[in-house]
């Protein structure tokens, strides 16, 4: 697959490709698709227990992730899929604040999804395509 450019960020990028082989994000032409990003801190790993920082830092670590690819962030964000382990009014007020503020032009597409578990007891994981035309 060598016409693919595979990417990931320092600090937690880093260390689980090398760790687990895999990447943060994969360049193909135009398009951004990155592996779910959660709500740890890219530098030290750590993962807050409070629901809203921990959503709040997976929106950043999407925002990381597609920069780190070569791409602008959430305003080429077309379709998110979403993995929560409580859907809340908490987990999803958190989210639906996060995407009205890192996509304030447009509305991606949104695929939730409920699931028994996490990396780490993480509320959400999130996988974002993106566009850069």
Known sequence: MSHL???????FGDRVR???????AVRIDNRIEISG????????EEISADVNTQIDQ???NVELT???AGGKGWEHVYKVR??????????????VRNVRKYCPDHTPLLTGV?????YAGMVLELEAEAHSG
């Open 58 to 60: 997976a929106f950043a």
């Open 114 to 118: 409920l699931v028994k578990g996490l």
């Open 66 to 68: 597609l920069k780190n």
């Open 5 to 11: 450019q595979y990417f990931s960020y320092p600090g």
């Open 82 to 95: 979403a993995y929560f382990t409580e859907m809340n009014d908490e987990s999803m007020g958190a989210y």
């Open 18 to 24: 090398k760790d687990t082989h895999y990447a943060q």
């Open 37 to 44: 990003q959660g709500g740890w801190d890219p530098k030290t």
